[in-house]
Nanobody, 120 residues
Framework: QVHLVESGGGTVQPGGSLRLSCVAS????????MTWVRQAPGRGPEWLFS????????TYGGPGKGRFTPSRDNAKNTLHLQMNHLIPDDTARYYC?????????????RGQGTQVTVSA
């Protein structure tokens, strides 16, 4: 059974940084693409990144490019998202999902998400 648990969210001032984590279990993590998606209230989900199983291939969805960096630690079954230079528009709930692209969020198991709030 796929199980994903996100953590690391919080409230931060504009220009600040956060590092999100997603601990995975129930499937072969190192063989799986993983995806970060965010969703703000009243808005549809936004695809941030998908990263290959070995971490060598990263596909950018758009938002956060140049400020956000995904990574993974396959020894710990953990996915990370380093977020720098945060802006108020980054306020959203952030989710990890198994698979590639926005479809991973829509069709695959995902965690409960972690809330990021950027506010002065």
């Amino acid at each position: 059974q796929v199980h994903l648990v996100e953590s690391g969210g919080g409230t931060v001032q504009p220009g600040g940084s956060l590092r999100l984590s997603c601990v995975a279990s129930g499937f072969s993590f190192s063989d799986s693409y993983m995806t970060w998606v965010r969703q703000a209230p009243g808005r549809g989900p936004e695809w941030l990144f998908s990263i290959s199983g070995d971490g060598t291939s990263i596909t950018y969805g758009g938002p956060g490019k140049g400020r956000f960096t995904p990574s993974r630690d396959n020894a710990k079954n953990t996915l990370h998202l380093q977020m720098n230079h945060l802006i108020p528009d980054d306020t959203a709930r952030y989710y990890c999902a198994r698979g590639y692209g926005i479809e991973a969020f829509r069709t695959s198991a995902r965690g409960q998400g972690t809330q990021v709030t950027v506010s002065a």
